[in-house]
């Protein structure tokens, strides 16, 4: 069965976001490559160009997502986060984005393309100096630091290679130190 009927079959033949009947195509949501139905929705033409602008989106249409949101399709639930987080200056999509849940990959997935992060969101991992730090990096302790669980001391001076940063939390990075993964503050190294 080729995408675009298995897409017709699964969405009723009708836009998954919107609810439309007409001038349906299928949509890869990037960065998937399209080649399962499960890497693309079947949307409109009037959904298809507001994704595909980023200026001068029609708000109003966007209130289909009230529905569509609860799609248990992955591919869906993707472009819908990804239009109600481009949306969320308005108010109301930021109601619905309180709501919306998305399983880890799913949410990985929405945010492959950085729509909707506001550099204001972004988490940025500084050093005691201020210094942005970059998953890979290597750092110096700066400071006496009791390991805990693991009973030994990371002594002033140590240094902790090929960090990897802790994506929720701006405060914490992790590295070995002794041959055991701890998480380090970052306030507690230097670049």
């Known amino acids: ?45 009037v959904c298809q160009s507001q994704i595909n602008r980023t200026t001068e989106v029609d708000t109003n249409h966007w209130r289909c997502l009230n529905d569509s949101m609860w799609n248990t399709n992955p591919a ?10 481009r949306l969320k200056g308005e108010g ?6 309180d709501m919306l849940y998305l399983d880890e990959s799913t949410a990985s997935w929405a945010r492959a393309t950085d729509e909707g992060e506001d550099e204001a ?5 500084k050093d005691s100096n201020g210094a942005t730090l970059e998953a890979g990096d290597s750092v110096v302790l700066i400071k006496d630091l009791n390991v805990k669980g693991a009973n030994f001391t990371a002594k002033r001076g140590t240094a902790v290679r090929n960090i990897s940063l802790v994506y929720d939390n701006a405060e914490q990075i992790e590295g070995k130190v002794n041959g055991q993964q701890i998480v380090i503050l970052t306030k507690f190294v230097k670049k």
């Open 92 to 97: 109301w999509p930021q109601d619905l984005l």
């Open 121 to 125: 969101d972004k988490i940025i991992h």
């Open 76 to 85: 869906v639930q993707v472009l819908a986060w990804r239009m109600l987080s």
């Open 1 to 45: 069965m080729s995408i675009e009927k298995e897409l017709q079959k699964r969405s009723d033949s009708k836009c998954e976001l919107c609810s439309a009947a007409n001038n349906l195509a299928p949509y890869t949501v990037e960065p998937k490559s399209g080649d399962h139905a499960e890497e693309c929705a079947y949307l409109c033409d």
